[in-house]
């Protein structure tokens, strides 16, 4: 149940990493056009391979690329599980994940906005985040 409040807590960070990921790749791109506008006058080894450093440098920055794109599409995942997750949860118990782990306000929030008792607020965490742990975990 932890693990599930926990990844849960960490929505908005996922969020931040993918707008940073994508932040990332348009600065690759930018670096990748960068250098394709430099020379690349072909070296041959005794094997006949290209060795060209700007072509070697191009093929790291695609291959960087390519890690920041599979990091993304793992945050992306996570996203739609809690998202996923949440479908599953009645008003209340939404409200209070929402709330309490994702927008990291105090329970006096929630306990205000749906007119419960502390007891009961934390009953109703308790209850959605085992509901939520089988779509979660």
């Known amino acids: 149940m932890n693990n599930t409040i926990s990844r849960i807590g960490k929505y908005k960070e996922?969020?931040?990493d993918i707008?940073?990921?994508d932040l990332r790749v348009q600065e690759l791109e930018e670096e990748i056009l960068g250098i394709s506008g430099q020379g690349m006058e072909e070296r041959t080894g005794k094997t006949y391979?290209?060795?060209?450093?700007?072509?070697?440098?191009?093929?790291?920055?695609m291959e960087r690329k390519e890690e920041l794109f599979k990091a993304q599409a793992t945050k992306k995942r996570?996203?739609?599980?809690?998202?996923?997750?949440?479908?599953?949860?009645?008003?209340?118990?939404?409200d209070i994940m929402q709330i309490v782990h994702i927008e990291h306000r105090r329970y006096y929030v929630v306990q205000?906005?749906?007119?419960?008792?502390?007891?009961?607020?934390?009953?109703?965490e308790k209850q959605a985040a085992i509901k939520m742990e089988r779509y979660i975990s």
């Open 112 to 124: 205000e906005k749906l007119m419960l008792s502390y007891q009961r607020v934390k009953q109703l």
């Open 49 to 61: 391979k290209i060795t060209s450093s700007v072509e070697q440098q191009a093929e790291k920055l």
């Open 14 to 16: 996922i969020l931040a």
């Open 19 to 21: 707008g940073d990921i």
């Open 78 to 94: 996570e996203l739609k599980r809690i998202d996923n997750a949440m479908t599953i949860l009645t008003e209340e118990e939404r």
